[in-house]
């Protein structure tokens, strides 16, 4: 009897022992099958499958035609796993043969305690193959995507750049940053026995979304004939600066915008100031184109009229304590004549009809002292002083241009107005943007801001500006055969940082114009800053802007007025 | 009876297997092929970007004066017409049709 107890007891306990262990090891399944599962199917997960990350690629920049301005393409980049690199000496060496880079550097990279350091990023695309050659444990290649301008310099302040990483960092490519960069996409494959990628099984794919592309109202050409000429005026003049703006009257649409420094987008290397866009970014003194406001003003609000005599006192007169002068000793002109000799003291006397209040409502209306409101990065509003904070000579001081600082942008756009009936209309540079499927995503035309002056004002405007180009005007290098211009000269003295009057040798010398008078089809600003051989803007701006328009007018199409018969052909 | 089961069993087996293999060929190829067409679309933007370069008009005028012996032509040499298109119903609709050279 004691013997079965005994035996049962043993059962028992054996019973016992043997529940124990399975309820342990129910205990550790639960924990690993059910507690724990997500965690260990991701281990499991990332061992046999692996993730690729997909960049997108950045949207293209295209002028109107299509011509690609900038496209981005994947070129091979270097990087090193230094804990996998078994020899960093020798890796080192043979990389730096390819790489053409130095050696120590690369075995200083190779040596650190990273797990990953890039040896070299955006290599040309034709190296990728002396690399492949090399399959050095620990260092491979991966696509990058890297931004290329193709056309170099052109319009490089109009498009800015792209740094390393894909961000646009100035001009274009910073203000439409967020429409050009697109959305990385994610790739998760299935991996063999030796790393490599087996596609399709539980396919995880999320697409990456390429960035947009810009279509700008660039015209490649006329930017090409704007550079050409500004880099032609700029070197000879030996100026400091340079600056030409074409624009469509009618539309806004900024056509060409050439800058002096210049730098290549490609390597945008050294200094922040070749970068400034000066066409925006920039306020000038713009001396006497600035004429037209005054003029445009006291015409609109029927205070003078094209042909009213005005004295020039022959070339001197005392405004509040101060002599003004003439470059000619004029006597009685008309005011058309004032303008088309450019008359600092004619003008001066049509000023002081109009009084601070009118002349500052007039310099508003046409734009100044307001952002234009350009899709362009950096735009500033210029400087201007509402009339209370005018001192005793202001007025007669911003009826000549000075005392005012204004933007090549916001003066070009101010004569687009006179050329445009008298509406001042918003410029813009990018007219679509585009999904990379090419449909159209957002669109961009004309926008009126405002009308300034008249019809009539701006029609006599314009006669008055006909003048400037002709005999006896100021301008008259500017005229184009067969074309009717009208536009005005400038040559603004510089304040010298030293005295702090105006330097007569530092000057800005500029031409804006249109063409053709009666129907404008063309809008040219030319400004050349500090140029060191000859300062009068008739003589160093207008030629410019006669080459510019007259290989423009070409290329575009522009018919030259019809004198007698009119030439019809068929095509 | 027994005998057939088991065959059929074999030759289920067998498919099972066979499609296994064949996916994972399969995905080896579409691999390879997406390998290829990144290749190629490579080389397309490559050649788009050669040819963006290459139609640039500094490269053009560049080639046309040094290497083709052109000159750039004087005003006079250049006449601008108002096009007509023939087929076009409304003659006064013209287009207007940039550059002609005369001698």
């Not at chain 1, 099984?201 to 660039?218: E, H, Q, R």
């Not at chain 1, 019809?455 to 301008?475: Q, Y």
């Not at chain 1, 702090?500 to 063409?515: E, N």
């Not at chain 2, 290749?39 to 008009?57: I, N």
């Amino acid at each position: 009897m004691a013997e079965e107890d005994a035996k049962r007891r043993r059962v028992v306990v054996a019973a016992v022992f043997l529940g124990l262990g399975f309820l342990v090891i129910m205990g550790r399944l639960f924990d690993l099958q059910i507690l724990q599962a997500d965690e260990f199917t991701q281990l499991a997960g990332r061992q046999h499958q692996k993730m690729l990350t997909v960049e997108a690629g950045r949207g293209a920049i295209y002028d109107r035609s299509g011509k690609i301005l900038a496209i981005n393409m994947e070129v091979p980049s270097v990087f090193g796993a230094p804990k996998y690199v078994a020899d960093p000496r020798s890796a080192a060496v043979r990389l730096s043969r390819v790489l053409k880079t130095d050696v120590r550097q690369l075995e200083t990279k190779l040596k650190s305690q990273r797990d990953f350091v890039w040896l070299a990023r955006h290599l040309a695309p034709e190296r990728a193959e002396d690399l492949q050659g090399l399959s050095l444990n620990g260092i491979g290649v991966i696509p990058e995507g890297r931004r290329f301008y193709p056309k170099g310099p052109m319009l490089s302040h109009v498009l800015g750049f792209a740094d390393i990483d894909n961000q646009g960092l100035e001009g274009l490519e910073r203000r439409y940053d967020a429409q050009l960069r697109g959305e990385r996409g994610r790739l998760v494959v299935e991996r063999d026995a030796f790393g490599g990628s087996v596609f399709p099984k539980g396919l995880n794919y999320v697409a990456p979304s390429p960035g947009k592309d810009l279509v700008l109202t660039i015209d490649e050409v006329v930017q090409y004939i704007a550079e050409q000429e500004l880099d032609e005026v700029v070197t000879r003049t030996r100026a400091a600066s340079g600056v030409v703006i074409v624009v469509e009257p009618k539309t806004g649409a900024i056509l060409a915008m050439a800058v002096r420094p210049t730098f290549d987008p490609n390597t945008p290397k050294g200094d922040g100031n070749l970068w400034r866009n000066r066409a925006v970014t920039d306020a000038y003194e713009p001396g006497s184109t600035f004429k037209l406001v005054a003029a445009a003003a006291a015409l609109e609000e029927k205070l003078v009229s094209p042909d009213e005599f005005i004295y020039g006192e022959d070339g001197r007169f005392l405004v509040e304590n101060t002599v003004v002068h003439d470059h000619h000793k004029n006597g009685w002109m008309t005011f058309a004549q004032v303008l088309q000799r450019s008359s600092n003291i004619g003008m001066i006397k049509v000023a002081q009809r109009l009084g601070p209040e009118k002349l500052a409502r007039f310099i508003s209306a046409f734009g100044f002292g307001q952002r234009t409101d350009v899709d362009l990065s950096g735009e500033q509003r210029g400087l201007t002083k509402e009339p209370q904070a005018w001192g005793r000579r202001t007025l007669a001081s911003i009826a000549m241009g000075q005392e005012i600082g204004v933007t090549p942008l916001q003066l070009v756009m101010a004569v687009s107005a006179i050329a445009n009936d008298g509406w001042l209309m918003r410029p813009y540079v990018v007219s679509e943007i585009r999904a990379s499927t090419g449909e159209i995503v957002a669109q961009f035309g004309p926008v009126v801001r405002r009308r300034p002056i008249s019809s009539e004002t701006a029609k006599i405007m314009t006669d008055i500006l006909r003048g400037v180009v002709l005999t006896g005007g100021t301008g008259t290098l500017a005229a184009v055969p067969g074309y009717d211009v009208a536009g005005k000269t400038g040559t603004a003295q510089k304040v010298d940082p030293l005295t702090g009057g105006y330097s007569a040798t530092r000057t800005v010398s500029s031409f804006v114009g249109f063409l053709p008078a009666d129907d404008p089809k063309l809008v040219i600003l030319v400004m050349v800053d500090e140029p060191q051989t000859v300062h009068w803007g008739g003589v160093v701006a207008a030629p410019v802007f006669q080459r510019i328009a007259a290989q423009a007018v070409r290329h575009l199409g522009i018919l030259p007025r019809t004198e007698g018969k009119q030439i019809l052909a068929a095509r | 009876m027994k005998f057939l089961v088991g065959a059929v069993l074999w030759v289920l087996a067998l498919v099972a297997v066979w499609e296994k293999v064949d996916i994972v060929r399969t995905g080896y190829a579409i691999e390879r092929l997406q390998e290829r067409k990144k290749q190629v679309q490579q080389e397309q933007q490559f050649l788009r970007l050669e040819m963006a370069k290459l139609t640039s008009p500094e490269q053009i005028e560049r080639t046309a004066v040094a290497q083709l012996g052109m000159v750039r032509p004087k005003y006079d040499q250049v006449v601008l017409v108002k096009g007509v298109s023939p087929s076009s119903p409304d003659a006064s609709a013209g287009r207007i049709v940039p550059a002609a050279h005369i001698r």
